[in-house]
């Protein structure tokens, strides 16, 4: 069943949608949908809140390339190859 927990906003919504957003080390930010979406809406708060999440995950995987780089400038530096 269906659920709209902020009432149906048009005709064509599909209900509440769980995402997941997750951060790589290799400096990418992937948000991941259960299946294919055309659009979604937000309250505002929670529009805040995705947006909070994303740039979060975008600080880890910032850090996680620049982790990356380091490792190689220091392979590099000892004549090892990565």
Not at 13 to 38: C, R, W, Y
């Amino acid at each position: 069943m269906r659920q709209y927990p902020n009432g149906k906003i048009s005709p064509d919504d599909e209900g509440q949608l769980t995402i997941m957003v997750s951060s790589h080390v290799a400096g990418s930010v992937k948000v991941t949908f259960p299946k294919p979406v055309n659009w979604f809406a937000l309250p505002a708060e929670l529009a805040r809140t995705l947006a909070a999440t994303l740039l979060h995950h975008a600080g880890l995987a910032e850090d996680g390339m620049r982790q990356l780089e380091e490792q190689a400038k220091t392979a590099a530096a000892e004549g090892r190859v990565q």
